[in-house]
């Protein structure tokens, strides 16, 4: 099961009045619960699956995640001649590989599609998120090490 997927199951669970939804597929077990629209995400991997980089900084996760691929790219919406890069996944927002390196992106920067402005912990994964726009980044929106949600607002950047 993807990440696409995934969402999309939450998604559908916040439209109906299911409560609970397990779904397990060889080595993979997702449970979605539903309270007062509220969603709780509970997602299973095998050890052998989850690595975390060396350099990747750790923190405990601050709220229940789910995993994706270190592939996904962040939606992009334009707003006042801005756009803006937007969280692909709920975890835990980190500015740079660790605490004792630069961010990878600051204010005045440049970013071209492909450049790492990011990392998204999920699950003690460590996922590099992309830019898919060109431009100079005017505002970081995100404090480094602050919980994020899918879709939230990351940066404001002036194509």
Not at 26 to 31: A, C, L, R, S
Not at 64 to 75: D, I
Not at 139 to 147: E, I, W
């Amino acid at each position: 099961m993807d990440f696409k997927q995934i969402q999309e199951l939450v998604k559908m669970i916040n439209k109906s009045n299911i409560s609970e939804l397990s779904i397990e597929q060889d080595k993979f077990k997702i449970t979605i619960k539903q309270k007062d629209n509220e969603v709780q995400q509970v997602i299973t991997v095998p050890a052998t699956m989850a690595s975390v980089p060396a350099a990747a900084p750790v923190a405990p996760a601050a709220a229940p995640v789910t995993a994706a691929p270190a592939a996904a790219a962040p939606a992009v919406t334009k707003t006042d001649n801005l756009v803006t890069i937007k969280s692909p996944m709920i975890g835990t927002f980190y500015r740079s590989a660790g605490p004792d390196k630069a961010p990878f992106i600051n204010v005045g920067d440049e970013v071209a599609p492909g450049k790492v402005v990011c990392i998204i912990e999920a699950m003690k994964l460590f996922n590099e998120i992309e830019s898919e726009v060109s431009g100079k980044i005017v505002k970081v929106l995100v404090d480094d090490a602050s919980p994020v949600e899918y879709d939230q607002p990351l940066f404001l950047v002036e194509p």
